[in-house]
């Protein structure tokens, strides 16, 4: 009985779509719960661990611990998104906000999927801790190696590979046994030229597409190459920006005091922050966190307050990094240039994480700063802003006084060279580029 090509391959094409639905879905499952585990470093790991209360409680099983209270349906991922509008709705939402001074901070950009994406990454932690226990886990102080998509990728390709080299051998076998193969002693390299050669239009229109595809998926990862966009790592001691320069109203300048004098904004000392905080002790869970200030500064506060001398550095972990090769000096901009800091750093005022990269579409959201499209702290951003950033009014400017470096620029142009600097004030100002802020020594050693 002759066996016909539908027949042939239609089981084989069955257990090959379902392999790969498989796959895919493995891989779905794998992006979804990377996604909750970034989530949850970015938007929890600052007041929330898994297994263990810090400023807020430990988020393992919170679900079943709101479901067993008597919460309403939905009632925990909207505490997440808006607390103040969970306790509106569920009385048990109301109790649960009376049981820390500490207000729970509100992420209404976080969807519904987010936020269960956030606790299945946190309740899938339990098989961890079962085979080791004691041992560190992500987001409770550990480490835990990242896996990649890419692999899920990997492990589909070689799938590929052996689907197409299995349906080969079937059909060589099945054409031997039929007596329909002419060329029974070539090798499957020589088969595969064969068949290459017969059908080399489609080979050809294939290979162009998968060299200009790898050739686009190669400049892609280019263009990503010391992307830092929200990037935050983690701090040894919680720092809310928002209670000290937002409640508190402290001047970014009073702890970064060197930004108007120096290529690098500083950070504060233990003597600055003890400044306040020898006075100011905290209550509660902020008690243990301004210990570690008192642990750096070798102070205790008992007895009015004694010195022993024994001190222990803070070692704070760097947010904004840039090649070496890239100059950046923050007087130059600060002072000099006049920008403020919520044009490159956000506003920090409203700022209750610890301090990240901030994405360029929040940066241009905020009254005030120039409206950038290019990733934060990459080349093309700095370009875009000095195309768009202008100096100071200078001369030509009604009711501008001063002698600052840019009115003596000003000055230069108007008695140098003035139909120059009338084009230059054509649409209204004179911008960074005009005065060579495109030139690559500018910025480039």
């Known amino acids: 009985m002759k066996i016909s090509n539908n027949q042939m391959f239609r089981v084989d094409i069955k257990w090959a779509i379902a392999l790969v639905l498989s796959v895919l879905f493995m891989g779905a499952s794998q992006s979804y719960a990377q996604e909750g585990e970034s989530l949850f470093k970015a938007k929890c790991a600052t007041c929330h661990q898994v297994f263990k209360d810090m400023t807020g409680p430990k988020l393992y099983e919170v679900r079943k611990k709101w479901e067993d209270g008597g919460a309403k349906e939905g009632s925990v991922i909207q505490w997440v998104q808006n607390w103040q509008k969970a306790v509106a709705m569920d009385p048990y939402a109301k109790q649960v906000s009376t049981w820390s001074p500490t207000a729970m901070s509100v992420f209404a950009d976080l969807t519904d999927e987010q936020v269960v994406a956030i606790f299945d990454y946190v309740d899938a932690q339990e098989e961890k801790v079962a085979a080791a226990p004691g041992a560190p886990v992500e987001g409770v102080g550990g480490t835990q190696e990242e896996e990649s998509l890419s692999f899920v990728w990997l492990i589909l390709g070689a799938i590929f590979i052996v689907i197409i080299l299995s349906v080969g051998g ?33 080979v050809g229109l294939g290979s162009a597409v998968i060299v200009i595809a790898l050739i686009v998926g190669l400049f892609l990862t280019l263009y990503s190459v010391n992307v830092m966009t929200e990037y935050q790592p983690s701090q040894p001691i919680d720092f809310p920006h928002s209670k000290h320069a937002g409640l508190n109203g402290i001047d970014c300048k009073y702890c970064h005091n060197s930004v108007e004098d120096s290529k690098t904004a500083g950070l504060p000392t233990v003597n600055v922050c003890m400044n306040c905080h020898k006075q100011v002790q905290g209550s509660g869970e902020q008690v243990a966190k301004i210990q570690k200030i008192y642990d750096a500064a070798g102070f205790s506060p008992e007895g009015g307050g004694q010195y022993s001398g024994k001190t222990e550095p803070i070692v704070w972990n760097k947010v904004h ?118 030139e690559c020594a500018k910025c480039h050693y």
């Open 170 to 202: 079937v059909r060589r076998q099945l054409k031997l046994v039929a007596g329909e193969s002419e060329d029974t002693g070539l090798t499957y390299a020589q088969e595969f030229k064969a068949w290459a050669w017969k059908y080399r239009l489609y």
């Open 321 to 438: 990094n840039l090649p070496d090769h890239v100059y950046f000096n923050h007087s130059q901009h600060v002072k000099v240039g006049g920008v403020d800091c919520k044009q490159c750093h956000g506003d920090m005022t409203k700022q209750v994480e610890t301090a990240r990269v901030v994405p360029v579409e929040e940066l241009s959201e905020i009254e005030g700063n120039i409206k950038l499209t290019k990733p934060t702290l990459t080349m093309g951003w700095c370009i875009e802003c000095h195309g768009a950033k202008e100096i100071s009014g200078g001369p030509l400017a009604e009711g501008v006084e001063g002698d600052s470096y840019y009115d003596e620029i000003h000055r230069r142009l108007l008695n140098n060279d003035k139909s120059l600097y009338e084009g230059y004030l054509e649409d209204g100002k004179v911008t960074v580029k005009e005065l060579g802020g495109w």
